[in-house]
């Protein structure tokens, strides 16, 4: 047991993130359209770049996300360095997540995104780029190794994500473990669907596995900044910042972190209650900003070291073949129902979350019309400050 501090937690069992007298606090910015919200992104990540002033020794760590979403905000990234305004040769960047089996120079691999939208325009030295290899040939061996260069570099100073129609953050499924951390995740249906636009809408070739960071991951960085743009992430939204804690919307696990911020375009806040937004919209026109809500989020050297990862099980396609050479991951990207999970096993199998979005609309309601106690809630919280 610490001396002091807070005791430690499932969510931060290091106690790294706690200081005495801090608490979680949710942030809510939200902009008209995704534009204003993007630059509201990009500029915040600038500014806090620019407030940690890193060198080459102590260098930005930044978690990246793919998908349409953040698209806009690495375009005005790029437009900012361009312009002189903006370094990234002191920034070290980990990626989210990778398909397994789309080799990097695939045009649909996260690789190929990231280079083509962002690293190939700015000045990131190549060396500082992770990405986890979804062709790795011991997919447990890469997911392990990822853990353990961010643990190198002293952990995610500020972690930008997307989220997925159903709550996902990264490939953190529904039904994700919230200790989960680097592994391999199989897609739900759902997931393979919103995703099959980028492969000529045609299911049958969006891979059915990725390599993702784990819930864990996330939690364990200094700051997380999720970016949500379009009415089809309005129930996401919902489920993640009005309902509890949840492993079937794992968005919301971000209310148990320390540094979260959710920047949402109006379309994402339709299914929040009016009161909701009025109280984000009223702390922003009180004179804060992301910057200055919350507890300070203050810079200071780390011990960071990263949960034992469980011990190494490779499953049967990963065994040798008799001859002694690795067996390789199928390039197929049809279903391939024989490449078992292999870290995976305490979570559930996502199935098709659309009847449970339905579902959760008329529960949503039901809640609304019978138990109306958000008010009252922030009422009380807001007398407490
Ligand atoms: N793994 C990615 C997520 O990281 C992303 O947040 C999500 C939403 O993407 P989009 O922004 O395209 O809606 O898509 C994928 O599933």
């Given at each position: 047991m610490a001396l002091w501090g807070p005791e430690p937690s499932p969510i931060d069992p290091f106690g790294l993130s706690e200081r005495p007298g801090d608490v979680a606090t949710m942030r809510v910015i939200i902009r008209e359209d995704p534009q204003t919200a993007s630059e509201y992104i990009a500029e915040y990540i600038i500014s806090r770049i620019k407030t940690y002033s890193p060198t080459e020794s102590q260098p930005f760590v930044l978690g990246l996300p793919t998908g349409s979403s953040p698209e806009i905000i690495y375009?005005?990234?790029?437009?900012?360095?361009?312009?002189?305004?903006i370094s990234f040769k002191n920034?070290?960047?980990?990626?989210?997540?990778?398909?397994v089996g789309l080799p990097r120079d695939h045009p649909e691999s996260y690789h190929s995104f990231m280079y083509k939208h962002f690293f190939s325009h700015v000045d990131i030295p190549p060396q500082n780029i992770n990405i986890l290899d979804g062709?790795?040939?011991?997919?447990?061996?890469?997911?392990?190794?990822?853990?353990?260069?961010i643990a190198r570099v002293g952990g995610i100073e500020l972690f930008l994500g997307g989220v997925g129609p159903d709550g996902h953050i990264a490939f953190n499924e529904p039904g994700s473990s919230l200790n989960s951390r680097t592994r391999v995740k199989t897609l739900a249906y759902d997931t393979i669907l919103a995703n099959s636009r980028f492969f000529d809408n045609d299911i049958t070739k969006v891979p059915r596995m990725a390599m993702t960071v784990g819930i864990q991951t996330i939690m364990d960085s200094r700051e997380v900044v999720i970016v949500a743009t379009g009415a089809h992430k309005a129930f996401a939204i919902q489920k993640g910042l009005e309902d509890g804690v949840n492993h079937m919307w794992t968005l919301s696990a971000l209310q148990l972190h320390q540094h979260p911020l959710v920047v949402c375009d109006r379309d994402a806040t339709l299914e929040l209650k009016v009161k909701t937004v009025r109280y984000f919209e009223g702390i922003e026109q009180a004179g804060t900003d992301a910057r200055t809500q919350g507890p300070a989020l203050v810079y200071r050297p780390r011990t960071y070291v990263p949960a034992p990862l469980p011990a190494k099980r490779p499953s049967p396609r990963q065994q040798p073949t008799p001859d002694g050479t690795p067996q390789k991951v199928p390039m197929d990207l049809r279903i391939n129902t024989e490449l078992q999970r292999s870290m995976e096993e305490d979570e559930l199998t996502p199935d098709s979350m659309s009847s449970r979005m339905i579902d959760s609309a008329v529960g949503g309601l039901d809640s609304t019309l019978k138990n109306d106690l958000v008010l009252d809630r922030m009422g009380a919280r807001m007398a407490a400050h």
């Open positions: 375009k005005i990234l790029v437009q900012r360095h361009r312009a002189g305004e920034v070290v960047t980990f990626n989210m997540d990778e398909y062709t790795a040939p011991d997919l447990t061996a890469e997911c392990a190794s990822f853990e353990a260069r």
